[in-house]
C-alpha cells in the first residue's frame, strides 16, 4: 500500500462583521480569546479578493451572532456569494450561531435549525468565548469532508488521502452539532 499522503482542506469562515469568525478560528488553532479582537476579514476593502478568497474551498462555515438578528438575516446574501464564486458544487456548509455565551439573544436555537435544514446545512451554536461548541464545529465539518471523498482527493495526483477513524474525528462531538 501507498504511504499515506498529507493534503490542506480549505475552509473558508464568512459572515458578517463582528460576528466572531476571527475569534472561532483563533479559539480553535491557538485556544485563545481576545475580547477586543477585531474581525476585519469582511470588510469592504477586501472584495477584490473575494473570488481567490473562495475558490477551491472544500468547506464553509457561515457565522451568525445570535444577540444580532440583522447577522442572520444577511447568510442569504453570503450563501448567493458563495454559489457565484465557490468552484465546487459538493463543498460542506455549516452554520454556526456564535456569541450564545452573551445575554439578550436575538434569536433562538430553532431558527438557526430551520436555516441549516432549508439549505442543507450542518448546525452548531457556539461561545468562542468559553469554548463551547468551537472545537466540534471544526471537526464535524472536516469529518463530513472526509466523507466526501471527491473533496480531498489531491488534486494534482488524483490519490485520496488515507485517514483512520481517529484522525477523522470519528463523530467525537457526542451529538452536540446538528447533522442534517
Not at 459572515?15 to 476579514?41: H, I, N
Not at 464553509?60 to 450563501?79: G, H, P, Q, S
Request: one cysteine or more; charged letters at 30%.
Amino acid at each position: 500500500m501507498e504511504d499515506d499522503v498529507l493534503t490542506t482542506l480549505k475552509i473558508l469562515i464568512i459572515g458578517e462583521s463582528g460576528v466572531g469568525k476571527s475569534s472561532l478560528l483563533l479559539r480553535f488553532t491557538e485556544d485563545t480569546f481576545d475580547p477586543e479582537q477585531s474581525d476585519t476579514a469582511g470588510q469592504e476593502r477586501f472584495r477584490t479578493l473575494t473570488p481567490s478568497y473562495y475558490r477551491g474551498a472544500q468547506g464553509v462555515i457561515l457565522v451568525y451572532d445570535v444577540t444580532r438578528r440583522e447577522t442572520f438575516t444577511k447568510l442569504d446574501n453570503w450563501l448567493s456569494e458563495l454559489e457565484t464564486y465557490c468552484t465546487r458544487n459538493d463543498l460542506v456548509k455549516m452554520l454556526v450561531g456564535n456569541k450564545i455565551d452573551k445575554e439578550n439573544h436575538e434569536l433562538d436555537r430553532a431558527e438557526g435549525l430551520k436555516f441549516a435544514r432549508k439549505h442543507s446545512m450542518l448546525f452548531i451554536e457556539a461561545s468562542a468565548k468559553t469554548r463551547d461548541g468551537v472545537q466540534c464545529a471544526f471537526e464535524e465539518l472536516v469529518e463530513k469532508i472526509i466523507q466526501t471523498p471527491g473533496l480531498w482527493q489531491s488534486e494534482n495526483h488524483g490519490r485520496a488521502v488515507q485517514l483512520t477513524d481517529e484522525d477523522a474525528g470519528g463523530g467525537t462531538c457526542g451529538g452536540y452539532c446538528s447533522l442534517l
